[in-house]
C-alpha cells in the first residue's frame, strides 16, 4: 500500500510538472463604431454600425508547451468576430484571423496554417492607423484597413490559407520572415500560390522593415483572373518623443503607393493621429491619382479601454479609385466614425 501511495504521489508531481509547463491563454478585442461614409456614389451617405475598424473584434485561445532543450510547442487559434450582428468575420470562418501550430526554439519559429502573410504585418507595423480606422467602409465590419487599403490589392486576404511561416529570433534588433502558401490545384503546383518575405530593424527610437510578396492567379471582385501580382514594399518610424514620423512606400504590380504620417501624443492617454497617402494607378497614363488625407484622435479610459475617431477623405482623379473605397473613378469618398475598443 506505501509503494502504490508513493507511486500515485510521484505520478503527480510529475503531472503537475508537465502541466506547469504548458500554458494557454483566452484573449480577444470587442470594438464598435459608428460610421457615416459618403463614397460619392448617387445613392448618398450611409450611416452604420459597425465592429472592428480600430482593430478587429475576436476571440482567440493561444498556448505553449516546453517540450525541453529550449524546444516548445505552439498553437494559436483567433476567429474575427462581426461583433454588431453576433456572426463570424473573414466570410464566416471559424477561426478567420489564425489557425496555426508550429514548433519554436533557438533557431526561431515555423508555424504551420492560416496567418498573416509577411507583407500584411510589415505594413501594420508602420502604419501610424496600425491598418485600422480609416478606410474603412460603413455598414460593413471588420472594414478599416487603413494603409493595407492602398498597399495590398482590395481583393487580397491580408491571410494565407496552407502556409508553412519561418520566423527567425531577434538578433541585435534584426529580425526575418519567410512564407511559402501552397495553392493545392492538381497538375500545378504554382496556381494561387503565394510566396512572402520580410526583414526588419527595431533599436530605439528607430524602427524599419521591408517587404516582397508574390501572389499568382489573384482575382477581382467579379472573379477575373488578374493573373501574378507583386508587391515590393519599404518603411520607417522614428520616435522623436514629441511626434512618431512615419514613411513608406511600395511598388506593385499596376500601381505604387507612398504614405507619410505621424503620431502626436498630447498627453499620457491622448494621441492625434494623420496620415496622407498617394496612388498612382499605373495602367493609366493620365489623370491616374489618388490621394487620402486621414485624421484621428484616441483617447486611453484604462490600459484596455479606448475611445478613438477619424475624418478620412480619399480624392481621386478621373482613372483613379485608390483602394477601391469610391463608388467608382474620379470620385471622393468621406468617411468619420467614433467608437469604443475594449481588449481582455
Same mark, same amino acid.
Request: avoid cysteine; glycine fraction near 14%; aromatic fraction near 8%.
Given at each position: 500500500?506505501?509503494?502504490?501511495?508513493?507511486?500515485?504521489?510521484?505520478?503527480?508531481?510529475?503531472?503537475?510538472?508537465?502541466?506547469?509547463?504548458?500554458?494557454?491563454?483566452?484573449?480577444?478585442?470587442?470594438?464598435?463604431?459608428?460610421?457615416?461614409?459618403?463614397?460619392?456614389?448617387?445613392?448618398?451617405?450611409?450611416?452604420?454600425?459597425?465592429?472592428?475598424?480600430?482593430?478587429?473584434?475576436?476571440?482567440?485561445?493561444?498556448?505553449?508547451?516546453?517540450?525541453?532543450?529550449?524546444?516548445?510547442?505552439?498553437?494559436?487559434?483567433?476567429?474575427?468576430?462581426?461583433?454588431?450582428?453576433?456572426? @463570424? &468575420?473573414?466570410?464566416?470562418?471559424?477561426?478567420?484571423?489564425? #489557425?496555426?501550430? +508550429?514548433?519554436?526554439? =533557438? !533557431? /526561431?519559429? *515555423?508555424?504551420?496554417?492560416?496567418?498573416?502573410?509577411?507583407?500584411?504585418?510589415?505594413?501594420?507595423?508602420?502604419?501610424?492607423?496600425?491598418?485600422?480606422?480609416?478606410?474603412?467602409?460603413?455598414?460593413?465590419?471588420?472594414?478599416?484597413?487603413?494603409?493595407?487599403?492602398?498597399?495590398?490589392?482590395?481583393?487580397?486576404?491580408?491571410?494565407?490559407?496552407?502556409?508553412?511561416?519561418?520566423?527567425?529570433?531577434?538578433?541585435?534588433?534584426?529580425?526575418?520572415?519567410?512564407?511559402?502558401?501552397?495553392?493545392?490545384?492538381?497538375?500545378?503546383?504554382?496556381?494561387?500560390?503565394?510566396?512572402?518575405?520580410?526583414?526588419?530593424?527595431?533599436?530605439?527610437?528607430?524602427?524599419?522593415?521591408?517587404?516582397?510578396?508574390?501572389?499568382?492567379?489573384?482575382?477581382? @471582385? &467579379?472573379?477575373?483572373?488578374?493573373?501574378?501580382?507583386?508587391? #515590393?514594399?519599404? +518603411?520607417?518610424?522614428? =520616435? !522623436? /518623443?514629441? *511626434?512618431?514620423?512615419?514613411?513608406?512606400?511600395?511598388?506593385?504590380?499596376?500601381?505604387?503607393?507612398?504614405?507619410?504620417?505621424?503620431?502626436?501624443?498630447?498627453?499620457?492617454?491622448?494621441?492625434?493621429?494623420?496620415?496622407?497617402?498617394?496612388?498612382?494607378?499605373?495602367?493609366?497614363?493620365?489623370?491616374?491619382?489618388?490621394?487620402?488625407?486621414?485624421?484621428?484622435?484616441?483617447?486611453?479610459?484604462?490600459?484596455?479601454?479606448?475611445?478613438?475617431?477619424?475624418?478620412?477623405?480619399?480624392?481621386?482623379?478621373?482613372?483613379?479609385?485608390?483602394?477601391?473605397?469610391?463608388?467608382?473613378?474620379?470620385?471622393?469618398?468621406?468617411?468619420?466614425?467614433?467608437?469604443?475598443?475594449?481588449?481582455?
Amino acid at each position: 500500500m506505501k509503494k502504490s501511495l508513493l507511486a500515485l504521489a510521484v505520478l503527480g508531481a510529475v503531472a503537475g510538472a508537465a502541466q506547469a509547463q504548458s500554458s494557454i491563454t483566452v484573449y480577444g478585442v470587442l470594438d464598435m463604431a459608428v460610421q457615416s461614409e459618403n463614397n460619392g456614389g448617387a445613392a448618398g451617405a450611409k450611416t452604420g454600425l459597425d465592429s472592428g475598424i480600430q482593430s478587429g473584434s475576436r476571440l482567440g485561445f493561444k498556448g505553449t508547451e516546453d517540450l525541453g532543450g529550449g524546444l516548445k510547442a505552439n498553437f494559436k487559434l483567433e476567429m474575427g468576430v462581426n461583433a454588431d450582428e453576433g456572426a @463570424s &468575420a473573414q466570410g464566416k470562418k471559424t477561426f478567420g484571423r489564425n #489557425a496555426t501550430v +508550429g514548433l519554436s526554439g =533557438d !533557431f /526561431g519559429a *515555423v508555424n504551420m496554417g492560416r496567418q498573416n502573410i509577411p507583407l500584411f504585418n510589415a505594413v501594420d507595423s508602420i502604419d501610424p492607423f496600425s491598418t485600422g480606422v480609416v478606410s474603412a467602409h460603413a455598414g460593413e465590419g471588420t472594414s478599416g484597413y487603413g494603409a493595407a487599403a492602398f498597399f495590398l490589392p482590395g481583393t487580397w486576404d491580408p491571410r494565407s490559407n496552407n502556409t508553412i511561416n519561418y520566423s527567425t529570433n531577434d538578433i541585435s534588433g534584426f529580425a526575418g520572415t519567410v512564407a511559402y502558401t501552397f495553392g493545392e490545384v492538381a497538375g500545378d503546383i504554382g496556381n494561387t500560390r503565394q510566396l512572402g518575405a520580410s526583414a526588419s530593424y527595431n533599436a530605439g527610437p528607430i524602427s524599419a522593415v521591408a517587404a516582397y510578396h508574390v501572389a499568382n492567379n489573384v482575382k477581382d @471582385s &467579379a472573379g477575373v483572373d488578374l493573373g501574378q501580382f507583386k508587391t #515590393a514594399y519599404a +518603411g520607417a518610424t522614428y =520616435d !522623436f /518623443g514629441m *511626434v512618431k514620423a512615419a514613411a513608406a512606400y511600395a511598388n506593385m504590380t499596376g500601381k505604387k503607393a507612398w504614405m507619410l504620417g505621424a503620431t502626436v501624443p498630447v498627453s499620457a492617454a491622448d494621441a492625434v493621429i494623420a496620415s496622407f497617402t498617394r496612388v498612382t494607378d499605373k495602367t493609366a497614363a493620365t489623370d491616374n491619382h489618388g490621394n487620402q488625407f486621414a485624421l484621428g484622435f484616441t483617447h486611453s479610459m484604462s490600459k484596455r479601454t479606448n475611445l478613438y475617431t477619424s475624418f478620412s477623405r480619399t480624392a481621386n482623379d478621373a482613372n483613379s479609385n485608390a483602394g477601391g473605397l469610391a463608388a467608382g473613378n474620379g470620385l471622393t469618398d468621406r468617411l468619420f466614425n467614433v467608437g469604443v475598443r475594449h481588449m481582455f
